[in-house]
C-alpha cells in the first residue's frame, strides 16, 4: 500500500537521510517540512499518513525555544488520529513527551557508535548505532522497552509508534557537517569527531541494513507494508 510519510526536520542539516530513501524504495510518498519554521510551516494531520520526527540540536524541554510547542501540537495530533509516528532522538524524545514520558538530562552524553542491549533484536538490531544526545526519555506508560545502554533507553514501542535514541538515517555525508558544526562551536572533542566519522564504512555508509530492518519493522507495524 503507498502513503505518505511526511519527515518534519529541524534544519538543513537534520535531513531524512536513509529513511526517506528506504520510504521511497517501499513505494511511499516522501514529504519533507521544516518544523523550525513555526505552525505556519506544519502539515495538517490529516494530511500525514506516517510521521517521522528528526533530530535536533534543541533540548525538546527549552521552553524559550518557540517553535517545540507547535510541533508538539502535531504530533500530540497525530497519536490522537492514530498516525503513526516514528521519533529519532529529539523527535523521540518529543513522542515520549506526547505520550506521558518524561525527557531529562542524561547521566552522561552519548556521543559517538555504540552497541546497545536490544529486547527485540528482530525490531531494533544491536548496532552500532550512532548517538548524539545529552537528554534521554523514559519508556511512556503502556509502552515496551526495545533497547538500552549502560547509561540511558535507547527505544521504546507504544502501538503503532516507535521512538529511538540513536540515528538510523546517518551516513557520512549528514554527519560531517554536523561535527564541522559543533567543532566550531567548541562542543565536539577531536577524539570524539574521528570517533563519529571512523565508524562509516568505506563507501560512507552507517548501519543500512540494520535501518532496513527497524523501518521495515515500522511499517509493518503501522500496517503499511504488505
Same mark, same amino acid.
Given at each position: 500500500?503507498?502513503?505518505?510519510?511526511?519527515?518534519?526536520? /529541524?534544519?538543513?542539516?537534520?535531513?531524512?537521510?536513509?529513511?526517506?530513501?528506504?520510504?521511497?524504495?517501499?513505494?511511499?510518498?516522501? %514529504?519533507?517540512?521544516?518544523?523550525?519554521?513555526?505552525?505556519?510551516?506544519?502539515?495538517? !494531520?490529516?494530511?500525514?499518513?506516517?510521521?517521522?520526527?528528526?533530530?535536533?540540536?534543541?533540548?525538546?524541554?527549552?521552553?524559550?525555544?518557540?517553535?517545540?510547542?507547535?510541533?508538539?501540537?502535531?504530533?500530540?495530533?497525530?497519536?490522537?488520529?492514530?498516525?503513526? !509516528?516514528?521519533?529519532?532522538?529529539?523527535?523521540?524524545?518529543?513522542?515520549?513527551?506526547?505520550?506521558?514520558?518524561?525527557?531529562?538530562?542524561?547521566?552522561?552524553?552519548?556521543?559517538?557508535?555504540?552497541? !546497545?542491549?536490544?529486547? =527485540?533484536?528482530?525490531?531494533?538490531?544491536?548496532?552500532?548505532?550512532?548517538?548524539?544526545?545529552? =537528554?534521554?526519555?523514559?519508556?511512556?506508560?503502556?509502552?515496551?522497552?526495545?533497547? %538500552?545502554?549502560?547509561?540511558?533507553?535507547?527505544?521504546?514501542?507504544?502501538? !503503532? /509508534?516507535?521512538?529511538?535514541?540513536? /540515528?538510523?538515517?546517518?551516513?557520512?555525508?549528514?554527519?560531517?557537517?554536523?561535527?564541522?558544526?559543533? %567543532?566550531?562551536?567548541?562542543?565536539?572533542?577531536?577524539?570524539?569527531?574521528?570517533?563519529?566519522?571512523?565508524?562509516?564504512?568505506? /563507501?560512507?555508509?552507517?548501519?543500512?541494513?540494520?535501518?532496513?530492518?527497524?523501518?521495515?519493522?515500522?511499517?509493518?507495524?503501522?500496517?503499511?507494508?504488505?
Amino acid at each position: 500500500m503507498s502513503t505518505r510519510v511526511t519527515f518534519l526536520q /529541524h534544519s538543513e542539516l537534520d535531513v531524512p537521510g536513509v529513511l526517506g530513501r528506504l520510504a521511497r524504495d517501499s513505494g511511499c510518498e516522501v %514529504r519533507v517540512c521544516r518544523a523550525d519554521g513555526g505552525a505556519s510551516s506544519l502539515p495538517t !494531520v490529516g494530511s500525514i499518513g506516517v510521521l517521522v520526527v528528526l533530530g535536533s540540536d534543541a533540548s525538546v524541554t527549552d521552553a524559550s525555544v518557540p517553535w517545540i510547542g507547535p510541533e508538539r501540537s502535531l504530533v500530540a495530533g497525530a497519536v490522537a488520529g492514530g498516525v503513526p !509516528v516514528l521519533g529519532v532522538c529529539f523527535g523521540g524524545q518529543l513522542l515520549a513527551q506526547v505520550l506521558g514520558g518524561e525527557v531529562t538530562r542524561a547521566p552522561e552524553a552519548e556521543i559517538g557508535w555504540r552497541e !546497545v542491549e536490544s529486547l =527485540d533484536p528482530s525490531r531494533i538490531p544491536p548496532g552500532p548505532w550512532l548517538e548524539w544526545h545529552e =537528554d534521554t526519555f523514559t519508556a511512556p506508560p503502556g509502552s515496551a522497552p526495545l533497547a %538500552r545502554t549502560g547509561a540511558c533507553l535507547q527505544a521504546f514501542v507504544s502501538g !503503532v /509508534h516507535t521512538g529511538v535514541q540513536f /540515528h538510523p538515517e546517518v551516513t557520512s555525508e549528514i554527519v560531517g557537517p554536523w561535527v564541522d558544526e559543533a %567543532r566550531e562551536r567548541g562542543r565536539l572533542r577531536p577524539d570524539q569527531a574521528r570517533e563519529l566519522m571512523d565508524g562509516f564504512d568505506a /563507501h560512507g555508509r552507517g548501519p543500512e541494513v540494520a535501518t532496513a530492518r527497524l523501518f521495515d519493522g515500522f511499517l509493518r507495524r503501522a500496517s503499511y507494508v504488505p
